[in-house]
């Protein structure tokens, strides 16, 4: 299939996540991202493991964030590298640094020298807590904008102390909507022949996920709480344990699906009694409802729960590890699962999860591994000497 990104060049000086995950996103749309690495070690990712690559030596993550892509090895304190950059840039389009605050403007490739040289270039900086503010200049990881961006506080159980999400979500959001961004400015770039700068931050991304509690805290002020692993305005939203140990997701999001949920439950009574019939009720009531739920639920076995709801036609679904994840049909199903090419000299058959985006119900997968550090540094130069060249 056609890509749909395919002509557009993206630099990425990046590490870590954010916009390594930036940069992969674009490369599976089908641009070409061209990877600058430091000279010593290049991303720091590479070595965060195990588990490790083929290789023995690259970390896995690395591998699952910087598919697709070449790597170029510069040392940006240089300024014979930093004028490749420029010559990297004269036929990109966008763009993509997360580089420490001040680094940039330190090697002089900050946005106002950058698209001033290359006017139509689409600049993209991630920051940590944004571009401006008292702590523009502070760096940052996944877990301090967890931390600092309050979601701690409204995740997990009410005597839980602040819980961190499993996954590195202001990261991942983060370099989304660097995406999103880079996007929007290409599209805005068509329009008026000029680039621009885009601007992110893990902070911003941090209150964008708790903008619900944010709201409510303003318009009421009181402080959200925790809930475990239910809502706060949804009775019953959450887990429960079954006769097998195993939990169950119960998710009946109205009171239709509550009166359905409540007979499966064999307390159809529940339904009409005026205590928890309405959804205010409920959530009004869930100290003493809850706990009968779960009772309730401790009689029989996830499987024979699921049978009986999904007949129902209750929302529900199995709380699984991640080993359960991977066994399950649906995944396979959706094709996400995406086999990593091999790079010279290693095994093939490596999998990571691919692009969520389908295009005509294709989705697309990379046709590159990995790079090795460096990797495509001499191609990468051969080709500007050759456009060089061709020019004179």
Request: negative net charge.
């Amino acid at each position: 299939m056609t890509l749909p990104l395919e002509g557009i060049r993206v630099i990425e000086i990046g590490q870590a996540l954010a916009g390594p995950l930036a940069g992969a996103l674009f490369a599976d749309m089908g641009a070409d991202v061209i990877k600058i690495e430091k000279p010593d070690g290049g991303d720091d990712a590479r070595i965060w493991g195990p588990p490790y690559g083929p290789d023995g030596e690259t970390s896995l993550y690395f591998y699952g964030q910087n598919r697709g892509k070449r790597s170029v090895m510069l040392d940006l304190k240089r300024a014979a590298d930093v004028e490749t950059l420029h010559r990297l840039c004269e036929t990109s389009d966008v763009l993509i640094q997360n580089l420490r605050p001040g680094v940039v403007d330190e090697c002089g490739i900050g946005p106002e020298t950058m698209l001033a040289r290359h006017p139509r270039l689409i600049y993209c900086s991630i920051w940590a807590f944004g571009y401006q503010g008292p702590m523009r200049m502070k760096p940052g990881f996944d877990a301090l904008l967890q931390a600092y961006g309050g979601m701690l506080s409204v995740t997990g159980r009410p005597e839980d102390p602040p819980t961190f999400c499993g996954a590195s979500i202001n990261d991942k959001a983060t370099g989304m909507f660097c995406v999103i961004g880079a996007l929007a400015g290409l599209r805005q770039r068509d329009k008026t022949g000029k680039g621009c700068l885009v601007d992110t931050s893990l902070f911003e991304s941090a209150v964008f996920w708790v903008e619900g509690q944010v709201n409510g805290y303003i318009a009421t002020g009181t402080e959200p709480k925790r809930h475990g692993t239910g809502g706060a305005v949804i009775v019953p939203y959450q887990t429960f344990d079954c006769a097998d140990g195993k939990a169950l997701c119960l998710a009946p999001g109205n009171d239709r699906l509550w009166a359905r949920c409540a007979a499966v439950l064999g307390h159809p009574d529940w339904a009409s009694d005026p205590r928890y019939a309405k959804s205010a009720q409920r959530v009004a009531h869930k100290d003493e409802l809850l706990p009968m739920i779960a009772a309730a639920m401790r009689k029989k076995t996830r499987a024979e729960w699921m049978a009986a709801l999904e007949k129902a036609g209750v929302p529900n679904a199995p709380a699984n590890n991640i080993g359960e994840l991977v066994a399950t049909e649906q995944l396979g199903a959706v094709d996400l699962m995406h086999e990593l090419a091999p790079r010279d000299g290693e095994a093939g058959g490596l999998k990571v999860v691919g692009l969520p985006i389908s295009f005509d119900h294709h989705r697309p997968k990379s046709l590159r591994a990995a790079p090795k550090l460096g990797e495509h540094t001499a191609e990468v130069l051969a080709e500007l000497n050759a456009r060089s060249e061709a020019a004179e």
